[in-house]
């Protein structure tokens, strides 16, 4: 059995999709602070099978201690739980700091008690910051983080590394994912944020469908060819196959060391304007847009050197920036009714 936390959400949802097509049984824990129970009947729409539902708040600590007698077959966690928006993390960096480090704290605990725990860490580009040479390679230096999410995604990791040192018996892949955008191609799952878009893409689709009066750009006087932020936005259906990918090396016993690092993207940066344009090519809508000032806590640039990934894992990115907005627009028109 597969342990996914956070599985109602954007990416771990798209992943208990690809886990389930696998054959694997996917057991989901989420306090649905940021997603919704509904998601589980796309998954079943998806996959024809539901995955097992506990609503769990990682945090505390006994209830998770009682979860995990519950459920002693668990073999694999795929650990997503976390909170993600850069903005926001810099206007409540408390909420941040206590939801992403403790709830990992409390889990590796429960997992180190094992003979055998396989860990598959959710961690970000963000751990970079502004990287020195693009595309960035996992050598790369980690900097000082511009954001406290960012900072979380660095201490998380180093946690993470410190415990595998310590303890044989857990081992443990984080996979450093760029930007992940679309959704599902049946339009059953799909980036569903609540209250106001932390994201770009999801401010996107509902700036075009009226939800939103305008897209807000931040800052066109980047040092890039348009003025604009540049990111490696990759395909959460691409992104969901990697975790699939990874989990099976640990289960295989192909990993080298207890804990490894992998990038995850499409080795190409794409920038917020370009990214706006590719929505109207592939919708026919125009985008009601307003350039801003820069917003604390961005990078200028940042896009992946997925070689490591490409070689080691044999996963490659196949969708396009295209294909994800495309679906992304496909998803956005389904939930809000539109024809």
Same mark, same amino acid.
């Given at each position: 059995?597969?342990?996914?936390?956070?599985?109602?959400?954007?990416?771990? &949802?798209?992943?208990?999709?690809?886990?389930?097509?696998?054959?694997?049984?996917?057991?989901?824990?989420?306090?649905?602070?940021?997603?919704?129970?509904?998601?589980?009947?796309?998954?079943?729409?998806?996959?024809?099978?539901?995955?097992?539902?506990?609503?769990?708040?990682?945090?505390?600590? &006994?209830?998770?201690?009682?979860?995990?007698?519950?459920?002693?077959?668990?073999?694999?966690?795929?650990?997503? @739980?976390?909170?993600?928006?850069?903005?926001?993390?810099?206007?409540?960096?408390?909420?941040?700091?206590?939801?992403?480090?403790?709830?990992?704290?409390?889990?590796?605990?429960?997992?180190?008690?094992? &003979?055998?725990?396989?860990?598959?860490?959710?961690? @970000?580009?963000?751990?970079?910051?502004?990287?020195?040479?693009?595309?960035?390679?996992?050598?790369?230096?980690?900097?000082?983080?511009?954001?406290?999410?960012?900072?979380?995604?660095?201490?998380?990791?180093?946690?993470?590394?410190?415990?595998?040192?310590?303890?044989?018996?857990?081992?443990?892949?984080? +996979?450093?994912?760029?930007?992940?955008?679309?959704?599902?191609?049946?339009?059953?799952?799909?980036?569903?944020?609540?209250?106001?878009?932390?994201?770009?893409?999801?401010?996107?689709?509902?700036?075009?469908?009226?939800?939103?009066?305008?897209? @807000?750009?931040?800052? !066109?006087?980047?040092?890039?060819?348009?003025?604009?932020?540049?990111?490696?936005?990759?395909?959460?259906?691409?992104?969901?196959?990697?975790?699939?990918?990874?989990?099976?090396?640990? +289960?295989?016993?192909?990993?080298?060391?207890?804990?490894?690092?992998?990038?995850?993207?499409?080795?190409?940066? @794409?920038?917020? +304007?370009?990214?706006?344009? &590719?929505?109207?090519?592939?919708?026919?809508?125009? +985008?009601?847009?307003?350039?801003?000032?820069?917003?604390?806590?961005?990078?200028?640039?940042?896009?992946?050197?997925?070689?490591?990934?490409?070689?080691?894992?044999?996963?490659?990115?196949?969708? !396009?920036?295209?294909?994800?907005?495309?679906?992304?627009?496909?998803?956005?028109?389904?939930?809000?009714?539109?024809?």
């Amino acid at each position: 059995m597969i342990l996914v936390t956070g599985g109602l959400g954007y990416i771990g &949802s798209h992943t208990v999709v690809e886990l389930q097509n696998q054959g694997h049984e996917v057991l989901i824990v989420d306090n649905l602070s940021n997603s919704s129970i509904a998601v589980l009947d796309g998954i079943e729409a998806i996959t024809g099978q539901r995955p097992i539902f506990e609503q769990l708040d990682l945090r505390d600590k &006994s209830k998770l201690k009682t979860f995990f007698a519950k459920y002693g077959d668990v073999n694999g966690v795929i650990h997503f @739980s976390a909170s993600k928006a850069v903005g926001e993390s810099v206007k409540k960096p408390l909420l941040y700091y206590e939801n992403n480090l403790n709830a990992l704290i409390y889990l590796l605990q429960e997992l180190t008690g094992r &003979s055998r725990a396989n860990f598959i860490f959710s961690s @970000s580009c963000t751990v970079y910051g502004q990287a020195n040479e693009l595309p960035i390679t996992e050598g790369a230096p980690v900097k000082p983080a511009e954001s406290p999410y960012g900072n979380t995604k660095q201490i998380g990791e180093e946690i993470i590394k410190d415990t595998c040192y310590v303890t044989p018996n857990l081992r443990a892949i984080a +996979l450093r994912y760029f930007n992940p955008i679309g959704a599902h191609p049946s339009a059953q799952i799909g980036e569903f944020p609540l209250g106001v878009p932390q994201n770009l893409v999801p401010f996107i689709t509902q700036t075009a469908i009226g939800l939103r009066k305008q897209l @807000s750009v931040f800052g !066109n006087d980047y040092p890039t060819a348009d003025g604009t932020c540049i990111r490696d936005f990759i395909h959460v259906v691409d992104l969901a196959k990697a975790h699939v990918v990874a989990l099976r090396r640990l +289960l295989e016993n192909k990993n080298d060391g207890n804990y490894e690092v992998f990038n995850l993207g499409t080795g190409k940066g @794409s920038s917020v +304007l370009e990214v706006i344009q &590719s929505f109207e090519r592939v919708s026919g809508e125009q +985008l009601n847009f307003k350039i801003m000032n820069r917003r604390r806590g961005d990078v200028v640039q940042v896009y992946a050197d997925t070689t490591k990934a490409n070689k080691i894992l044999r996963w490659i990115a196949q969708y !396009n920036l295209d294909d994800a907005m495309k679906s992304a627009w496909e998803w956005e028109k389904k939930i809000r009714n539109f024809n």
